[in-house]
């Protein structure tokens, strides 16, 4: 892939990923003026080969993994080198993020643009049916990676505090990637938890960081696309601060992935294949 290009039109360079802006406090029961970071939420849209595929609003960080977690995770392409250019291309109106792949590549995605149905909801862009949002994730059973549950509370403890954008406005959300022999390798930060994730991905693709040996972290509940999107990493485990949906754990356990929930202090509870715990959990919710 080459390099990044950014290109402005003159009127708008990349905006920040947060803004100071100010406000009125009441506090105690008395009022004065105040100030307060509130994250940047931007149109970004993903062209393909000149075709736009979607449009996201999120935060204008991070763009090139972005780019390349988004194309892997929609199973538009396989490996990083699949891109063959990427530009950055910042208007007035938001950004877009131009994706160009090889031949091959390009016909069979111009193929299914051609079948799609129309627009689609948060977190599942450019499906062609309601079968297809409902498709089976890759299998992960045969990963025989295991973890303690000490493993569990050191990677959510390190989280925090590498959320750098979340101290600054506390209103996004992080996914990080966290492997027991390193510690906390990757997070990425966005308004969006799809897009959090997907960055993540990107970032640990071009990094050329296997999953197969770690755990994904969130800081958000768990849907069925954020499984899908974890066994397209090829990642054993997931664990969330917040509650995972009927569907997600559905999926997670077709799929292989251990899935643990509502990670808090020491606490968590584990919805799916708690065999992959060195300790062994006492129970298991389907």
């Not at 599942?124 to 498709?135: V, Y």
């Not at 990107?202 to 990094?207: E, F, H, K, Q, V």
């Not at 292989?256 to 968590?268: E, S, W």
Request: with cysteine.
């Amino acid at each position: 892939m080459t390099e990044c290009v950014i290109e402005d039109d003159g009127d708008a360079p990349p905006p920040p990923p947060f803004e100071r802006v100010s406000c009125f406090a009441w506090r105690g029961g008395a009022v004065a003026p105040s100030v307060r970071s509130v994250p940047e939420e931007t149109a970004i849209a993903f062209t393909f080969n000149g075709s736009t595929h979607a449009v996201m609003m999120a935060t204008p960080a991070d763009l090139e993994d972005f780019a390349v977690g988004f194309a892997l995770t929609e199973g538009l392409i396989d490996s990083r080198t699949e891109i063959e250019n990427f530009e950055v291309l910042s208007t007035s109106l938001g950004i877009e993020l131009r994706v160009w792949l090889p031949e091959t590549k390009a016909k069979l995605y111009a193929a299914r643009r051609r079948s799609m149905a129309g627009p689609t909801g948060c977190g599942l862009c450019g499906i062609e049916s309601l079968a297809e949002a409902a498709r089976p994730a890759p299998s992960v059973f045969a990963n025989a990676s295991r973890f303690s549950a000490e493993t569990i509370y050191e990677a959510m403890a390190a989280l925090p505090e590498a959320q750098k954008l979340n101290h600054e406005t506390r209103a996004v959300h992080a996914a990080g990637f966290y492997l027991p022999s390193q510690g906390l390798v990757a997070v990425r930060e966005d308004v969006g938890r799809h897009n959090a994730l997907d960055k993540l991905i990107g970032a640990l693709t071009r990094g050329g960081i296997a999953a197969g040996q770690g755990i994904v972290l969130l800081t958000s509940r768990v849907s069925i696309e954020l499984i899908q999107k974890a066994a397209r990493l090829g990642a054993p485990m997931l664990v969330a601060v917040s509650v995972p949906t009927a569907a997600g754990v559905r999926l997670a356990e077709s799929c292989g992935i251990t899935l643990a929930a509502i990670a808090r202090g020491r606490d968590f509870e584990v919805f799916t294949h708690p065999q992959r715990l060195l300790d062994r959990a006492s129970h298991h919710v389907a």
